[in-house]
């Protein structure tokens, strides 16, 4: 008996000791959650997230853990990461399962989506663990590897009797404290709201947008287009298509007056030139919604493409005479490309800065003018005279002088890399370059919503 008595002197003394340790250690967590609770308030969701971080790793208080956990699933949930924030719900299922939120103090979506994660928690007979066996999240919310994600769990159907619709587009709303120390009023109803996905993918709603789960982004471009990285490997036929069209021009004026002239070797020296601009707008469509990376779009297209050429041209004839002239041709067509696309962003997709690389093909009716002119002497038997013209003519004319069928359909093939920067929530500006048949230079503002 005596020595039953000594054992449990010793227990209480212990606990004595500890009682203070407890105690600061409890302080130190009202603090961070304080901390957090103030950087919510300021949008600032990193640095809240540290906070609530910290006061759940030092917390042994079933209360506190609640608050942490609790305020960790608000922040994820404005970040647009819906994965985190069910898997710190599931954690408030553990430690407090009767907790109750209203839509008097957080979105609507946010509390079908709370109320949902619970009642799964409590229909699969979650038990309610000790605040020493939940697991303390790790001390900092911005490391560079983020916690791992749980597995999102299935869905499970609730009939509700009667609920408003869930807007999916509605704006996030708080008020003056977003996770209260104390528990809400409870003078209202729960109200029971019928199964929404838990993917991460998606945000939780019914409406249209939400059933087909994706996201759409609008965007108006300007680009500066050049073949000049590629002018190799056009330039040759070019010059030669000009060639050809200037030699025809100055063959049938002189025929008009000499018509005994044959045409004998035709020699050019024209340097090669292109320059052009594209603008429009896109409407681009993300099937796995904000947390999507890949994205299918439909561009409209109004593309401005010149080439042109400019140096001397000589022209002999049998039996006697020579032409030269310094001469110019240009071709300019504006085709309007309706144009399809598939962009793949690199990274995480909460991150504001993200690259991208894209694939599209597009096709545009073809049609423009060929304007040439030139000036020069027609030499024969010692005597000169002058020469010029000037003409502009379309494609079909151009194509029955130079005997060459100019398609009707130009095809436009899209192969580019770029980058998108977030400015504000949802708002883009973006830069790009690549191949757009010839190179291209491209900046734009994009909105996604």
Request: net charge neutral; hydrophobic share 40%; proline share 7%.
């Amino acid at each position: 008996m005596k020595r039953k008595l000594i054992g449990l002197l010793y227990v209480v003394l212990a606990l004595a000791a500890a009682a203070p340790l407890f105690s600061n250690q409890e302080i130190e967590v009202e603090k961070n959650l304080i901390q957090g609770n103030a950087s919510f308030e300021k949008n600032d969701y990193p640095a809240a997230i540290e906070s609530y971080f910290k006061a759940a790793a030092q917390s042994t208080k079933s209360e506190n853990l609640s608050r942490a956990y609790f305020g960790l699933s608000l922040c994820h949930f404005y970040q647009r990461d819906m994965a985190e924030s069910v898997k710190w719900m599931r954690k408030v299922a553990l430690v407090d399962p009767n907790k109750q939120i209203t839509v008097d103090s957080y979105p609507k979506p946010f509390v079908d989506l709370f109320t949902q994660v619970l009642a799964e928690a409590r229909a699969k007979g979650t038990p309610v663990v000790s605040p020493a066996r939940v697991e303390a999240p790790p001390a900092k919310a911005d490391t560079q590897t983020p916690p791992k994600k749980e597995e999102p769990a299935k869905t499970v159907e609730i009939v509700p009797e009667k609920v408003e619709p869930v807007k999916q587009d509605e704006p996030l709303k708080k008020e003056e404290q977003a996770v209260s120390a104390q528990e809400p009023k409870k003078d209202k109803p729960e109200k029971t709201v019928p199964a929404i996905s838990l993917s991460p993918e998606v945000p939780p709603g019914r409406d249209f947008w939400a059933r087909i789960a994706g996201r759409f982004e609008f965007s108006v471009h300007f680009s500066s287009w050049t073949v000049s990285p590629v002018t190799s490997l056009l330039e040759g036929s070019m010059q030669d298509n000009f060639g050809e069209a200037l030699q025809t021009a100055i063959n049938k004026e002189l025929n008009r007056k000499y018509p005994f002239l044959i045409k004998g070797p035709f020699t050019s020296d024209l340097s090669f030139d292109s320059a052009g601009s594209n603008y429009g707008f896109e409407i681009r469509y993300y099937s796995r919604g904000w947390a999507g990376t890949f994205s299918l779009g439909l561009g409209f297209e109004q593309t401005n493409i010149k080439f042109s050429a400019s140096g001397t041209a000589k022209q002999e004839f049998t039996p006697a005479g020579v032409a030269e002239a310094t001469a110019s041709a240009e071709v300019q067509t504006k085709p309007f490309a309706t144009h399809f696309s598939f962009r793949w962003e690199i990274g995480s997709p909460t991150s504001r800065v993200k690259p991208f690389i894209t694939f599209g093909l597009g096709l545009a009716p073809l049609e423009g003018t060929f304007t040439y002119s030139y000036l020069g002497n027609y030499s024969h038997d010692g005597a000169q005279e002058t020469i010029q013209d000037a003409q502009s003519k379309d494609f079909e004319a151009l194509s029955e002088d130079i005997d060459f069928n100019i398609p009707k359909l130009l095809v436009i093939i899209q192969f580019d890399f770029g980058l998108k920067v977030e400015i504000y929530k949802g708002l883009f500006i973006l830069g790009q370059a690549g191949i757009w048949d010839g190179f291209h230079l491209r900046g734009g503002l994009g909105y996604r919503f």
